[in-house]
């Protein structure tokens, strides 16, 4: 391996301007398949296609909520006793700091 790679170098190493050229093509090469790349924002494409999977995705491109982010708050240990009432506040709190701190990003809150 050590042999292939210095060879390449001593055939460059004379001729500069082949050198230059093959740069430059490769660069063009990948450059034109870079520019072929088309980017998609459907992040349900990566699923595997499965006729309720795709019924999900229908909905979901069909709903109005596509705009909205829904935040489901809960108890981290799921074994502890319910506190509805520390929920409830929590909710409440979380609700306000996201009116006032990221007013210039979030249009509304819906926290009932």
Known sequence: ???FFTAIYAFFEKRRTALFTVM???YAVVGFFASRIKLEEDISSIL???????QLNEIFQNSRFLDKLVVNISLADSLAPPQPDSLVSFAGTFAE???TDLSTY????QDR
């Open 24 to 26: 430059l093509l490769s």
């Open 48 to 54: 595997p296609r499965d006729k309720k999977i795709d």
């Open 97 to 99: 700091t996201i009116r």
């Open 1 to 3: 391996m050590e042999k």
């Open 106 to 109: 979030v249009t509304g809150v």
